[in-house]
């Protein structure tokens, strides 16, 4: 009893107490979020009622983002790298603070694409240089657990926000939809506030500008289009489940909801303790063979899940989101760290910046490649689940140890501004 006492407020610490050190970071984190998950949860139906967009013109929108946010975001953390994570982070925050409040004045094609390109940069711009700034203000082990800790933050605060933004829908007034980028705009102010006491680190070695975007080896662009594979994850959760689910199996589209509280869940409770089985570079490695085998094995439960009657077919359907939110956190832990770990201390946010264009392609093909799930059934999840545990175990083979002449991430990037 004592000892099952002792698990239970051990789960209940990682659930709620950050990782020393990590307070501000995870309190700039969840208001990010709060606003992130208002805002996505609502966007689309912001967009077509709100602003009266079309559906061609939204499409377009995202479109020109993502290829423009694509172009510049290495670049920028190579920037980064000079400026300093924590100034360039409280920069992203701010400026998306200044430009959400003004999609209520966005009622053309022109003034719509230029607003999602700028907050789609800074998004996407924000996202390594968080990660540089865990890393050189956490540093060690503590590394990629803080980054599981502020993961499963996020995915509590992205409900929050989710269940905000279906009042504001449900009022229907244009006060009440206007709250959606305003709230968001908020919580990035808040956000980058909080950020306030964090030190601003700069990588070493500042006189090598503009030399970090060449000196990328190959490796390390290898590791990045792997992690893109990984990825599909994400879209299977968000794309292929419901398609699948309606249009191949009996279960009752009732239950998709069910399915992705199930794996917010497992995300929130779960995801800092597997995270600490990442925390060196074998053991990420490790983790992304291991997720690779668990995500093959969520697809083979979908792929079960189509011939089995309905009652059946929802065990099968929950085992596969258990699996899949196993592996995917499992695969996010080991990205964290190889990404990381394999990134030279002087030019560390235009290695990781390079490493979060892996997000952006997977978004913009992972959508037609997972579609085929839903179009074909049940035989498609199979060459998907090959795909899953080929790329883990490449990963494993490739980024489990240093690579020659390497300086692994044990040396944190220590310029440090006080100001």
Known sequence: MRSTRTRLGQAFRDIVVPPAGAGRIAGSALADSLGSGLFMSGAVVYFSLRLELDTITIGAGFAVAGVVALLVVAPLGAVADRVGYA????????????????????????????????????DRMAAPVFQAMVGATVGGERRTETMGYVRALRNAGFSLGALVTSVAVAIGTTTAYDAIPIGNAVSFALAGVLLGGIRNVRALRPDRAGRGLRRIKPRYLALSALNVIMLLHDTILLLALPLY???????????????FVLNTVLVVVLQ???????????????????????????????????????IAGVIALVAAVVLLSLGESLQVAGAWELSYGHAPPADRGAHLAVFSI???????????????????????????????????????????????????????????DAR
């Open 87 to 122: 100034r360039t982070l409280k920069f992203a925050h701010f400026a998306r603070a200044a430009i959400y409040p003004l999609y209520p004045f966005a009622g053309n094609v022109i003034g719509f694409v230029a607003i999602i390109t700028l907050v789609t940069v800074a």
């Open 245 to 259: 689910v309606i249009r191949q199996t009996e279960i009752p589209e009732s239950t998709l909801p069910l399915m």
């Open 272 to 310: 800092r303790r597997l995270s600490r089985m990442a925390s060196t570079l074998p053991a990420a490695a490790r983790a992304e063979r291991n997720a690779g085998w668990l995500l093959a094995a969520a697809c083979g439960c979908f792929a079960v899940a189509a011939v089995l009657p309905p």
């Open 358 to 416: 892996g997000i952006g392609v997977q978004r913009s093909v992972g959508p037609a490649l997972v579609s085929v799930i839903a179009i074909v059934g049940a035989a498609t999840w199979i060459p998907m689940a090959a795909l899953f545990v080929l790329a883990g175990t490449a990963t494993r083979r490739l980024a489990g140890a240093p690579w020659p002449g390497e300086d692994h991430g044990r040396t944190e990037p220590g310029r440090a």
